[in-house]
T-cell receptor, first 111, second 113 residues
Framework: SQELEQSPQSLIVQEGKNLTINCTSSKTLYGLYWYKQKYGEGLIFLMMLQKGGEEKSHEKITAKLDEKKQQSSLHITASQPSHAGIYLCGADWNNFNKFYFGSGTKLNVKP | DSGVTQTPKHLITATGQRVTLRCSPRSGDLSVYWYQQSLDQGLQFLIQYYNGEERAKGNILERFSAQQFPDLHSELNLSSLELGDSALYFC????????????FGQGTRLTVV
């Protein structure tokens, strides 16, 4: 959706390298969700960031919410082939009345 | 616009009732997925259908059921509704059963009162 823009659209990295995916909102964020989709599977919930400049980590994945920029970044440290998939950000802007997804970032990690 | 259509957009119903949510996948997509998103959780995978047959099952309650029809649209039936069933229900579709991306509808917001 245009309300949520993700960049880059696709990414190929060598195993062991760090990478960052960004998600920018056109509106004030109320809650920002990160998901991962493995091919052939449904979405996997990674983490949720709430208003307030929150930062969360899950294994080697860290996500931050910059409310001033209305942007969230997802950072993967020492990437592994198991990190490959499509990363989606999602957001709701008005107390859960609507929920939108970004267009996704395809990540491939070369062994 | 993802090409996936969900109806209705909003639904308010009382506890104990039964509702049906409908999903029309993108043209050409054979797989349909259903997800539930509640306020305190991320998306929860419920069930997947591929070309009319159940393919995978996630955290779907026994009170919930789904089916995919010959025209590939799908319905999610929720019965004996409880307050805790209030959530956004998403449908997604993809071309194949694996190695494909899924495209999501905008969701049906269910409120149980």
């Amino acid at each position: 959706s245009q309300e949520l823009e993700q960049s880059p659209q696709s990414l190929i990295v060598q195993e062991g390298k760090n990478l960052t995916i960004n998600c920018t909102s056109s509106k004030t964020l109320y809650g920002l969700y990160w998901y991962k989709q493995k091919y052939g599977e449904g979405l996997i919930f990674l983490m949720m960031l709430q208003k307030g400049g929150e930062e969360k980590s899950h294994e080697k994945i860290t996500a931050k919410l910059d409310e001033k920029k209305q942007q969230s970044s997802l950072h993967i440290t020492a990437s592994q082939p198991s990190h490959a998939g499509i990363y989606l950000c999602g957001a709701d802007w008005n107390n859960f009345n609507k929920f939108y997804f970004g267009s996704g970032t395809k990540l491939n990690v070369k062994p | 616009d993802s090409g996936v259509t969900q109806t209705p957009k909003h639904l308010i119903t009382a506890t104990g009732q039964r509702v049906t949510l409908r999903c029309s996948p993108r043209s050409g997509d054979l797989s349909v997925y259903w997800y539930q998103q509640s306020l305190d959780q991320g998306l929860q995978f419920l069930i997947q259908y591929y070309n009319g047959e159940e393919r995978a099952k996630g955290n779907i309650l026994e009170r919930f059921s789904a089916q995919q029809f010959p025209d590939l649209h799908s319905e999610l039936n929720l019965s004996s509704l409880e307050l805790g069933d209030s959530a956004l229900y998403f449908c997604a579709s993809s071309v194949g059963v694996s190695n494909t991306e899924a495209f999501f509808g905008q969701g049906t917001r269910l409120t149980v009162v």
